[in-house]
């Protein structure tokens, strides 16, 4: 099983743009179906993105409409969310999260199919 640490949130302007990493230990990170996901305060944690094993595939929840982007870079053990024109409504803590199931097609948004979460990492975007 990988560990997994996030990095790279702050406080932001509106419009601007922050990159979260998400670095895992282990030989085994390309086995894993890694996602984003985040929690604003009071409501529940919520689908971002997800990316595939070979970074092929990307997945993206409703509200993100574009502004946002996954990737992944299996000899650095690292996830990645590019994100883009940011509104104060994505103030939130953003997880990452890793999943060595391989059937993700009805589950990828779903908190209760990754196994392994990061501590998180906060995003504050001010008007």
């Known amino acids: 099983q990988v560990t997994l640490v996030e990095s790279g949130g702050g406080l932001v302007q509106a419009g601007g743009s922050l990159r979260l990493s998400c670095t895992a230990s282990?030989?085994?990170?390309?086995?894993?179906?890694m996602g984003w996901f985040r929690q604003a305060p009071g409501k529940e944690r919520e689908f971002v993105a997800a990316v595939n094993w070979s970074g092929s595939i990307t997945l993206y929840g409703d509200f993100v409409k574009g502004r946002f982007t996954i990737s992944r870079d299996n000899a650095e053990n690292t996830a990645y969310l590019l994100m883009n024109n940011l509104e104060p409504e994505d103030t939130a803590v953003y997880y990452c999260?890793?999943?060595?199931?391989?059937?993700?097609?009805?589950?990828?948004?779903?908190?209760?199919?990754?196994?392994?979460w990061g501590q998180g990492t906060q995003v504050t975007v001010s008007s």
């Open positions: 282990g030989r085994t990170f390309s086995r894993y179906f």
């Open positions: 999260a890793g999943a060595s199931g391989l059937d993700y097609s009805h589950r990828y948004s779903k908190r209760d199919w990754y196994e392994t």
